[in-house]
């Protein structure tokens, strides 16, 4: 599976395609259509999961270019990608120790491609600072605490050399010890391992905790815009009370996800029910 060369935020790089009008979706949207189609999500991600648990990250990041998950088979042109998205994300964080919510459904699939948009600074890159991350969220109707709460599923999965390169050898706001280390697998010279991974937790990279915000308390965040969310800023007291409310930090992602689903809807009669994830009808 392909890992994104922008590794920010986990869920922005799916909220283009979960997007969606909380009071015209249901738990229930499928009940009569496709009943199976949350047991079979879940069985689905459970199996890969437990092959590889890194797998769960790159679901979060990676499901609207990859389409890991397909049920088509069990219901055909009943249920679009948006959906299986939207629960797969769920269950992904669910079965890694994370917690759970409901998840409405009846959303529709896109008829155009998000790439041009994740290029564009719509999805913040690694490199971002407070201020970017701050009105790009905002943009999507996220406040900063649901930034600072999304950016909290850096907890699970890893990150390519070319997304963290600069801040492991030229910023400050870092600690010595661990930038050093990073740099054994990661050489200065761009083009030069470029694609080699590091997890972006490094003490619990395949559970879904809090440890992310405890990392960078002590200035081991792995990525300069995970970094700057504690770095003398507005944001400081939130990743705080995360790192030591292990509870608050589980509601307010949830929270967010929610909120973050109600955005943007495809609902109704527009955009279509794809029979192929990866190309349009």
């Avoid at 998950?69 to 964080?93: F, L, M």
């Avoid at 605490?145 to 050898?169: E, P, Q």
């Avoid at 470029?194 to 440890?211: E, I, K, S, V």
Wanted: include cysteine.
């Amino acid at each position: 599976m392909a890992h994104s060369p922008n590794s920010y935020v986990a869920l922005a790089l799916i909220f283009l395609l979960i997007g969606t009008s909380s009071a015209q979706l249901s738990e229930k949207f499928y009940s009569n259509k496709c009943p199976k189609v949350f047991d079979t999500v879940k069985s689905v991600v459970r199996s890969a999961v437990a092959k590889e648990r890194r797998i769960g990250a790159s679901l979060l990041r990676l499901f609207f270019h990859d389409c890991f998950v397909d049920v088509e088979a069990i219901c055909p042109g009943v249920v679009s990608y948006a959906d299986i998205v939207a629960i797969t994300a769920r269950d992904s964080v669910l079965i890694l120790g994370g917690p759970f919510w409901n998840v409405k459904v009846g959303r529709r699939d896109s008829r155009t491609a998000n790439f041009t948009a994740a290029n564009t600074g719509v999805i913040p890159p690694p490199t971002s600072n407070l201020t970017n991350l701050i009105s790009t969220f905002q943009a999507q109707g996220l406040s900063a605490k649901d930034m600072v709460a999304l950016s909290g599923a850096h907890t699970i999965g890893k990150s390519r050399c070319t997304s963290f390169r600069n801040h492991i050898y030229n910023d400050s706001n870092i600690d010595n010890t661990f930038a050093k280390i990073r740099q054994n697998n990661c050489p200065k010279k761009s083009g030069l391992g470029d694609n080699n991974l590091a997890n972006l937790d490094f003490r619990t990279p395949t559970y879904f905790d809090n440890n992310y915000y405890k990392n960078l308390i002590i200035k081991r965040g792995l990525l300069h815009s995970d970094q700057v969310l504690f770095n003398g800023g507005s944001t400081d007291s939130i990743v705080k009370t995360y790192s030591q409310n292990d509870k608050a930090f589980d509601s307010d992602f949830v929270a967010a996800m929610i909120k973050m689903g109600n955005n943007k809807p495809l609902i109704g009669k527009q955009g279509e029910i794809r029979k192929n994830c990866r190309r349009f009808n």
